[in-house]
């Protein structure tokens, strides 16, 4: 039950960040994963811990974390938990607040419960089907903002370079968060009015956030406007934009079209 599930992944989240926390601003080890940048010894310990609680509770969904080697197991089972322990690694080791722990409940590809929290300000969002979108247990809304010019997106530099987009590059106000879930739940709560990433998404960085944008009335697809599943056996999206209904539709148009 996603109302079940919720509550699960609210305590393990909150849990999650209590280990987090021991190693914040600790100057923890740090490894580099080859192509997937860097992991530190406070990934793989909240790892631990999240696997120990979450498979716990409910031996019979699946796993896809990005610290553990991925199974086909998973795309046998009727629920599959898909999870980044810590995301915003970066963030994370430079001592920056932004880190998050993102944690969802998948069905038949489609989240079905997902938490997102940031330990270093003890901020919690959640939503799942039944569930609203919620910071810190008050509802949240996306923004309405219909067109591209003036718009405030989450978004690195280069998916603002010439080529992506064919009728010019849009004038919009940029910002960055290191954590792809907290984006998603930027664009949520209506704090910037979009978000985009143009390059391939795994999908434990964004099964959570992106039900939770979508849940506070944003819309959430692909870089192509496709909706988003998850679960895959290769388990990445081809990018994410999360914006306000017009925004988005505006967002797709110009990246396709220049429109």
């Not at 069905?107 to 079905?112: D, K, L, Q, R, Y």
Request: proline residues 6%; aromatic residues 6%.
């Amino acid at each position: 039950m996603p109302a079940h599930d919720l509550a699960l992944l609210t305590e393990a989240a909150r849990g999650a960040g209590e280990i987090a926390l021991r190693f914040w601003r600790q100057s923890p080890q740090v490894w580099e994963k080859p192509g997937l940048g860097p992991v530190t010894e406070a990934d793989f310990a909240v790892n631990d811990y999240l696997r120990g609680v979450l498979r716990g509770a409910r031996r019979d969904y699946g796993w896809l974390s990005e610290e553990d080697a991925d199974s086909a197991e998973r795309l046998e089972t009727e629920r599959v938990f898909v999870l980044d322990p810590i995301d915003g690694t970066r963030a994370f080791i430079a001592g920056e607040d932004t880190f998050s722990v993102s944690l969802a409940v998948v069905e038949a590809g489609v989240p079905v419960a997902g938490v997102v929290y940031l330990p270093a300000l003890d901020r919690l969002y959640t939503a799942s089907l039944q569930a609203p979108a919620l910071k810190d247990g008050l509802p949240i809304a996306a923004s309405t903002r219909a067109g591209i010019e003036g718009a405030t997106l989450l978004t690195t530099a280069p998916n603002l370079a010439p080529e992506h987009w064919p009728g010019g590059v849009p004038d919009l106000k940029r910002s960055f968060r290191a954590s792809l879930a907290y984006r998603l739940c930027l664009v949520a709560e209506g704090r910037h009015d979009g978000m985009l990433m143009l390059r391939d998404a795994w999908e434990w960085d964004i099964a959570a956030g992106s039900l939770i944008a979508a849940r506070a009335g944003a819309t959430v697809s692909d870089r192509l406007g496709a909706g988003l599943r998850f679960n895959a056996p290769h388990p990445q999206a081809k990018g994410v934009i999360a914006a306000a209904p017009g925004l988005h539709r505006a967002l797709v148009e110009r990246l396709s079209h220049g429109g």
